[in-house]
């Protein structure tokens, strides 16, 4: 007996052929670099928001997708991004994530304030909604004197500040960037640290070094330390002090004494601004010593020149693997309190 053939209705319907569009880049060399080595990029910008992308070549990257929102979401990405290289900025993985974070992605905001620009040195853009808003608040000089930058580890609160007091010290602006955290062990007895005092608070200001390094090239560092318009020092050594004309950043605040933070916000002067950062959850102070951090955000928060922006995993940009370290100590905390 001979086997019928299937009808038309019991054959496999073809997948139906989703819906494309084309977007045209003039600098290729550009589209390379945003794509990634091996279209890696691409790769992630596709697993992300749920879309197919190929470059065919000739600055074309082809757009595949059934629902509308997706496209149009990818086109904001790689727009973004391109214009980000256009502006001298990189593209790395983190800043492919941020931007895919980022609600409003256009490619307008690139050149927006949400950019930090060092003259001779590096530029930096937000790449989370909560590091646009502290820039944001950086800039804002005319509403703000002192802005905390508060949230986890990896969000970018030192270095962005960083980066913004040594792009206003390059431009004259400010005379000198004065940055200052406490010398507060974790773990480690300072103390037990050879040389003299200067050399034993080295290690607890290299963090600061490495990102003025970082932002300013370490030429331009280094003939700005010796000349004395930078200046990195203990908290201790800003007592009676009265800092006028400078960007002063106090760094990890979190570890700063209730007193420790009233003498410090008190050092202001004239013609000065100052940024505050911290993260509650990592301070090393002894418990029957309570941190000046929450203290100073809550009697100050409401008040005329002051900014509080508050950092969530969300805004982690140092590594994936961060922000899931976080997200599970933050678990951990709610369970142990019953929350």
């Not at 000739?58 to 256009?86: F, H, M, P």
């Not at 983190?94 to 931007?99: C, E, H, L, Q, T």
């Not at 790449?127 to 802005?147: C, F, H, M, P, W």
Request: charged share 30%; aromatic share 4%.
């Amino acid at each position: 007996m001979t086997g019928s053939r299937p009808s038309p209705k019991a054959r496999a319907a073809k997948p139906k052929k989703q819906a494309s569009e084309t977007l045209h880049f003039d600098d290729v060399d550009r589209l390379r670099a945003m794509a990634g080595a091996g279209d890696r990029f691409l790769m992630m910008i596709e697993e992300e928001l749920g879309v197919k992308l190929s470059a065919p070549g000739g600055g074309q990257v082809v757009i595949s997708a059934n629902q509308t929102g997706a496209r149009d979401d990818a086109k904001r990405v790689l727009k973004r991004l391109y214009a980000n290289l256009e502006h001298g900025l990189t593209c790395d993985e983190a800043a492919v994530r941020g931007v895919m974070r980022m609600r409003d992605v256009s490619e307008a905001s690139a050149d927006g304030d949400g950019v930090i620009r060092v003259p001779r040195g590096s530029s930096l853009i937000a790449r989370t909604e909560g590091q646009r808003d502290y820039v944001r608040a950086l800039k804002d000089s005319e509403n703000y004197d002192l802005i905390f930058g508060v949230g986890p580890a990896g969000t970018g609160k030192t270095l962005l500040a960083v980066a913004y007091g040594a792009a206003l010290l390059v431009q004259r602006k400010f005379e000198k960037l004065i940055i200052t955290r406490p010398a507060v062990e974790a773990g480690e007895k300072l103390g037990f640290l050879p040389g003299d005092l200067n050399e034993k608070v080295d290690p607890y200001l290299l963090p600061v070094w490495d990102a003025l390094a970082d932002t300013l090239g370490r030429t331009q560092l280094e003939r700005m330390r010796e000349d004395g318009r930078i200046e990195v020092a203990p908290i201790a050594f800003m007592r009676g002090r009265t800092l006028n004309r400078a960007f002063v950043i106090v760094d990890e605040a979190q570890n700063t004494s209730r007193a420790q933070m009233q003498m410090v916000l008190t050092r202001l002067g004239e013609g000065s601004r100052m940024a505050v950062t911290g993260d509650p959850s990592q301070c090393d102070l002894n418990p029957r010593d309570p941190s000046g951090l929450p203290h100073a955000l809550d009697i100050l928060s409401g008040t005329k020149g002051v900014s509080i922006v508050r950092f969530s995993r969300a805004d982690v940009v140092r590594h994936d693997l961060v922000g899931r370290i976080v997200e599970a100590y933050e678990h951990d905390a709610a369970r142990k309190s019953g929350s």
